[in-house]
């Protein structure tokens, strides 16, 4: 056994094959098979560009969050301002800041990397950042929203009303709970 903190290890597997089974309006589907310690093994996975999201905080130590709805899970759930890597090259932080300013009309003075994960590692590759946002302002002008971005509710919530909505399982979204707890957590120390 060894004293150093617990890590997730890069494992390297041969793929001897990989197709996209499924290519959807977002992301696609796709159906690897690896070589896994000797055997064959096929895995079908979410392929996806990878997202960020903002914990935005203003000068009352507030977050923002969001309201839209969310199909797959039929919810009008609450929720860091976010979204997808999916303009080519595009350098994460900077898409933050580009989401910030299309979903919530603000920008920020100051960007910290709050917390990175895997949103459901056993079906999707997913990765997401979440930035942490403070000296928030209004952008000089508003974004035109559509789809399921049209109707977006914002609303300014104490910290601590996101932590008790998480722990009271009124909040479900991840990168919300995440973000919160991650914040809670540091603040406390």
């Known amino acids: 056994m060894t004293d150093a903190p617990i890590a997730d290890e890069p494992f390297d597997t041969s793929v001897t094959d990989s197709s996209v089974v499924y290519e959807g309006a977002v992301w696609d589907i796709r159906r690897d098979t690896v070589d896994y310690n000797g055997h064959e093994m096929v895995r079908e996975y979410v392929d996806h560009t990878g997202a960020v999201a903002i914990y935005a905080e203003d000068d009352e ?16 759930d609450w929720e860091l301002p976010a979204g997808l890597l999916d303009v080519q090259g595009e350098d994460p932080l900077e898409a933050a800041k580009r989401e910030l300013a299309e979903e919530a ?8 990397e709050l917390v990175r994960f895997n949103s459901s590692p056993g079906g999707s590759d997913e990765r997401l950042i979440v ?9 000089a002008e508003a974004f035109d ?7 977006i509710v914002k609303r300014w919530v104490p910290r601590a009303e996101v932590v008790a909505g998480a722990l009271d399982g009124r909040l479900t979204n991840a990168a919300l709970l995440l973000a919160a707890l991650a914040v809670d957590a540091a603040e406390r120390r």
């Open 61 to 76: 130590g507030r977050v923002l969050v969001i309201q839209q709805y969310r199909h797959p899970v039929r919810l009008r």
């Open 145 to 151: 929203r559509t789809d399921e971005e049209a109707d």
């Open 105 to 112: 009309d603000l920008e920020a003075d100051d960007w910290t």
């Open 131 to 139: 930035y942490r946002a403070r000296g928030v302002r209004a952008t």
